[in-house]
């Protein structure tokens, strides 16, 4: 693939945990008119320390840019982006839905089984059913059970990790030391 090309890539950013970070970060983007496919953060491997996981559609060339104005905010440590082939990524999808379904389509309960999706909850008037995996695992689950109605939806943003060790973890000791 030329670095021309744009693609899907999933940046890491590893930071303080400071007010007003991410609107500073999303500004970056913004700047540049880039939508941000995806986002999520959450504490990283070491204390004190939070991950934010952005995803973008961009092309190498652009990324690379994006990164060095990323770092340049005192509160970010360090920033990586990678291809989303180069990491292990979920999403997870979360579906609410009549009850009444649940025990009167057969159809639902075979769309629940193949797709492995789990139920999270069932009471009188709903149940929530719970799909991980890639975002085009959950969108084919979310089409199949739109048939029958869904009272509400939510997706998560992408999480992932690398499938090649990241020398972060020992980077980030040092700096909580």
């Known amino acids: 693939m030329s670095v021309e090309e744009k693609q899907l890539y999933a940046v890491s950013i590893y930071t303080e945990n400071n007010i007003g970070l991410l609107n ?51 509160e970010v440590i360090k920033a990586y982006y990678h291809n989303l082939d180069d990491t292990i990524y979920q999403i997870t999808g979360l579906f609410k839905i009549k009850s009444e379904l649940l025990f009167e389509e057969r159809q639902i309960q075979n769309i629940i089984k193949e797709s492995n999706a789990r139920i999270v909850t069932v009471n009188k008037e709903f149940f929530v059913l719970e799909k991980s995996g890639k975002k085009e695992e959950v969108v084919t689950l979310y089409n199949q059970l739109s048939v029958f109605g869904i009272m509400q939806y939510t997706r998560s943003g992408l999480i992932a990790v690398t499938k090649e060790e990241m020398k972060i973890s020992s980077l980030l000791q040092t700096y909580n030391n």
């Open 24 to 74: 500073r970060i999303s500004a970056i983007f913004q700047r540049r008119h880039i939508n941000i496919e995806s986002l999520n953060t959450s504490p990283s491997e070491i204390e004190g320390v939070s991950k934010f996981t952005v995803v973008v559609n961009m092309n190498e060339i652009n990324i690379k840019k994006i990164i060095g104005q990323i770092e340049k905010q005192v």
